[in-house]
């Protein structure tokens, strides 16, 4: 099938932490990868992405790449901070042309100072 | 950046009643327009994809009569939930794309209206 996992949240961690957000995905072929990330009381934003196998996106010190050997995006940053706290999804381009997107659950991030 | 609004933010409704959801692009014109629905703890579920002048496209399961879609104009694309039932209380979603080719163009998400119906 067509689906995005990642791994379930909350995740807490404290400021200047090392963050992994687990996320896998199943498809024919190979579909655009995203990582989006939702502020409180904000619309998703989209965070990174790679559009094919072996591409690294990165923004904000986050980063993510494309291994279509374990279908894997995972998404790591280095050093967190507090600002960090929101709601990341991981996505997949859908099958049909108009571009709509598949998505994980949704993983939880609480930062403490 | 492209900013997507949705009004409104949250709304209240007794069972039977309908409530329309607005979703409009400020400063970009949109070609494509999507509604997602997110249920607690889980993904967001897309429903339809609406072009501007032309019928919404349904995902497998969602009622086009229950769920009426009009994106009449580039910039503003409308959900109505009719006779609305506490089943449909959830979160609302749309996000808005531009240019020629939507499968390869980003897309910009509204703030979502949670929906509650008693």
């Known amino acids: 099938g067509n689906s995005v996992t990642q791994m379930e949240g909350p995740v807490t961690l404290s400021e200047e932490a090392f963050l992994t957000i687990n996320c896998t995905y199943t498809a024919t072929g190979y579909p655009s990868l995203f990582w989006y990330v939702q502020y409180p009381g904000e619309g998703l934003q989209l965070l990174l992405k790679a559009t094919k196998a072996d591409d690294k996106g990165s923004n904000k010190g986050f980063e993510a790449t494309y291994r279509k050997e374990t279908t894997s995006f995972h998404l790591e940053k280095g050093s967190v901070q507090v600002s960090d706290s929101a709601v990341y999804f991981c996505?997949?381009?859908?099958?049909?042309?108009?571009?709509?997107?598949?998505f994980g659950k949704g993983t939880k991030l609480s930062v403490k100072p | 950046g492209a900013v997507v609004s949705q009004h409104p933010s949250r709304v209240i409704c007794k069972s039977g009643t309908s409530v329309k959801i607005e979703c409009r692009s400020l400063?970009?014109?949109?070609?494509?327009m999507f509604w997602y629905r997110q249920f607690p703890k889980k993904s967001l579920m897309l429903m339809a994809t609406?072009?501007?002048?032309?019928?919404?496209?349904?995902e497998q399961g969602v009622e086009k009569d229950k769920f009426l879609i009009n994106h009449a104009s580039l910039t503003l694309s409308t959900l109505t939930v009719t006779s609305a039932h506490p089943e449909d209380s959830s979160f609302y979603i749309c996000?808005?794309?531009?240019?020629?080719?939507?499968?390869?163009?980003?897309?910009?998400f509204g703030p979502g209206t949670r929906l509650t119906v008693l």
């Open positions: 400063d970009f014109q949109a070609t494509t």
């Open positions: 996000s808005a794309s531009y240019g020629h080719h939507s499968s390869y163009n980003e897309q910009f």
């Open positions: 996505a997949r381009r859908g099958v049909g042309s108009q571009g709509n997107l598949i």
């Open positions: 609406s072009n501007e002048g032309s019928k919404a496209t349904y």
